[in-house]
């Protein structure tokens, strides 16, 4: 299985970025995926999560600015973020379960599966 990282880059504070997630290799398609972050000196943490069943869940600070989505059909995940802040810019990881459970954890221990991550840099 392979979870590919998309869409990165730098952007202006209060910019637009929406990252990708090729998920391959997967049969069938994984029951929950997750969008984490790790910024430098900073431990990772999970900022967005949804199930197959299309539960949602976001890190507190992060409602309303957010948003993961997913194209089932094409087994791609999406992390829509708006009014990007600087302390927002991290490694961002994609991460999947594909064992049965529909829970949209932001729990790292809970996905076994992960891409080599994107940089995101805000800056003013």
């Known amino acids: 299985v392979q979870l590919v990282e998309s869409g990165g880059g730098s952007v202006q504070t209060g910019g637009s970025l929406r990252l990708s997630c090729a998920a391959s290799?997967?049969?069938?398609?994984?029951?929950?995926m997750a969008w984490f972050r790790q910024a430098p000196g900073k431990e990772r943490e999970g900022v967005a999560a949804?199930?197959?069943?299309?539960?949602?869940a976001y890190k507190d600070s992060e409602k309303g600015r957010l948003t993961i989505s997913q194209d089932k059909t094409k087994n791609t995940l999406f992390l829509q973020m708006n009014r990007l802040k600087s302390e927002e810019s991290a490694m961002y990881y994609c991460?999947?379960?594909?064992?049965?459970?529909?829970?949209?954890?932001?729990?790292?221990?809970?996905?076994?599966?992960w891409g080599r991550g994107i940089q995101v840099t805000v800056s003013s």
């Open positions: 991460a999947a379960d594909s064992r049965y459970n529909n829970y949209a954890s932001l729990q790292e221990l809970e996905y076994p599966d």
């Open positions: 290799g997967y049969t069938p398609s994984p029951y929950r």
């Open positions: 949804i199930g197959r069943t299309g539960m949602t």
